[in-house]
Protein backbone atom coordinates (compact mmCIF):
# COMPACT_ATOMS: atom_id res chain seq x y z
CA UNK A 1 0.00 0.00 0.00
CA UNK A 2 1.08 3.78 -1.05
CA UNK A 3 1.36 5.88 2.31
CA UNK A 4 2.28 9.61 1.28
CA UNK A 5 3.62 11.72 4.61
CA UNK A 6 3.93 15.24 3.60
CA UNK A 7 5.99 17.47 6.19
CA UNK A 8 7.34 20.70 6.85
CA UNK A 9 4.71 23.40 6.59
CA UNK A 10 4.00 26.11 9.15
CA UNK A 11 3.31 29.99 9.33
CA UNK A 12 5.87 32.08 7.74
CA UNK A 13 5.45 36.02 6.89
CA UNK A 14 5.45 37.01 3.22
CA UNK A 15 8.31 36.91 1.53
CA UNK A 16 9.82 33.80 3.56
CA UNK A 17 10.46 30.62 2.66
CA UNK A 18 9.48 27.21 3.51
CA UNK A 19 10.43 23.59 2.55
CA UNK A 20 8.08 20.60 2.19
CA UNK A 21 8.92 16.95 2.17
CA UNK A 22 6.81 14.42 1.40
CA UNK A 23 8.30 11.08 2.35
CA UNK A 24 6.83 7.75 0.06
CA UNK A 25 6.17 3.90 0.85
CA UNK A 26 4.97 1.38 -1.05
CA UNK A 27 6.07 2.57 -4.52
CA UNK A 28 9.67 3.68 -6.01
CA UNK A 29 9.19 7.62 -6.85
CA UNK A 30 11.67 7.29 -9.57
CA UNK A 31 8.90 5.25 -11.49
CA UNK A 32 6.26 7.19 -11.21
CA UNK A 33 5.10 11.18 -11.97
CA UNK A 34 4.80 12.55 -8.86
CA UNK A 35 3.12 16.31 -8.16
CA UNK A 36 2.48 18.39 -5.71
CA UNK A 37 -1.26 19.82 -5.39
CA UNK A 38 -2.63 22.66 -3.00
CA UNK A 39 -6.24 23.10 -1.58
CA UNK A 40 -7.60 26.98 0.40
CA UNK A 41 -10.53 26.74 2.43
CA UNK A 42 -13.65 27.15 0.02
CA UNK A 43 -11.46 26.49 -3.40
CA UNK A 44 -10.91 23.06 -5.08
CA UNK A 45 -7.65 21.58 -5.11
CA UNK A 46 -5.05 22.69 -7.96
CA UNK A 47 -1.70 21.36 -9.02
CA UNK A 48 1.24 23.23 -7.87
CA UNK A 49 4.33 21.48 -9.42
CA UNK A 50 4.72 17.96 -11.13
CA UNK A 51 8.54 16.20 -11.45
CA UNK A 52 7.89 13.03 -14.31
CA UNK A 53 9.74 9.88 -14.08
CA UNK A 54 12.34 11.38 -16.59
CA UNK A 55 12.88 14.67 -13.89
CA UNK A 56 11.09 17.27 -16.25
CA UNK A 57 9.13 19.70 -13.95
CA UNK A 58 6.11 21.78 -14.63
CA UNK A 59 4.52 25.06 -12.07
CA UNK A 60 1.51 26.30 -12.51
CA UNK A 61 2.05 30.02 -13.70
CA UNK A 62 0.86 31.19 -9.97
CA UNK A 63 4.08 29.52 -8.28
CA UNK A 64 6.23 30.34 -11.68
CA UNK A 65 9.98 30.96 -10.45
CA UNK A 66 9.09 30.84 -7.12
CA UNK A 67 8.37 27.45 -6.37
CA UNK A 68 11.15 24.14 -7.10
CA UNK A 69 9.86 20.37 -7.07
CA UNK A 70 13.00 18.18 -6.67
CA UNK A 71 13.05 14.63 -5.49
CA UNK A 72 15.35 12.72 -3.53
CA UNK A 73 15.70 8.69 -4.97
CA UNK A 74 17.76 7.55 -2.15
CA UNK A 75 15.71 8.71 0.69
CA UNK A 76 12.51 8.47 -1.68
CA UNK A 77 11.02 11.83 -0.62
CA UNK A 78 9.73 14.78 -2.70
CA UNK A 79 10.35 17.71 -1.91
CA UNK A 80 8.76 21.65 -2.57
CA UNK A 81 11.06 24.72 -1.81
CA UNK A 82 8.73 27.41 -1.83
CA UNK A 83 10.61 30.76 -1.87
CA UNK A 84 8.62 34.61 -2.09
CA UNK A 85 5.81 33.01 -0.30
CA UNK A 86 2.26 35.14 -0.71
CA UNK A 87 -0.53 35.19 1.14
CA UNK A 88 -2.36 33.74 -1.17
CA UNK A 89 0.04 30.67 -1.16
CA UNK A 90 -1.96 29.67 2.27
CA UNK A 91 -2.98 26.11 2.02
CA UNK A 92 -3.11 22.70 2.74
CA UNK A 93 -0.54 21.10 0.40
CA UNK A 94 -0.20 17.22 -0.64
CA UNK A 95 1.67 15.14 -2.61
CA UNK A 96 0.40 12.55 -4.83
CA UNK A 97 0.88 10.92 -8.33
CA UNK A 98 0.27 13.08 -11.05
CA UNK A 99 -0.27 12.16 -14.77
CA UNK A 100 -1.00 8.59 -15.98
CA UNK A 101 0.44 7.55 -12.72
CA UNK A 102 -3.24 8.70 -10.96
CA UNK A 103 -3.61 9.61 -7.53
CA UNK A 104 -3.07 7.15 -4.56
CA UNK A 105 -4.78 7.83 -1.01
CA UNK A 106 -4.20 11.31 0.05
CA UNK A 107 -2.20 11.95 3.06
CA UNK A 108 -3.03 14.87 5.78
CA UNK A 109 -1.10 17.29 3.90
CA UNK A 110 1.12 20.13 5.25
CA UNK A 111 -0.45 23.18 6.74
CA UNK A 112 1.08 26.45 5.28
CA UNK A 113 0.16 29.94 6.32
CA UNK A 114 1.22 33.09 5.30
CA UNK A 115 0.64 35.91 7.25
CA UNK A 116 1.99 38.59 9.04
Known amino acids: QVQLVESGGGLVEPGGSLRLSCVVSGITINSYHMAWYRQAPGNERELVARITRGELTNYADSVKGRFTISRDIAKNTVYLQMNSLRPEDTAVYYC??????????WGQGAQVTVSL
Open 96 to 105: NGALNTGYFQ
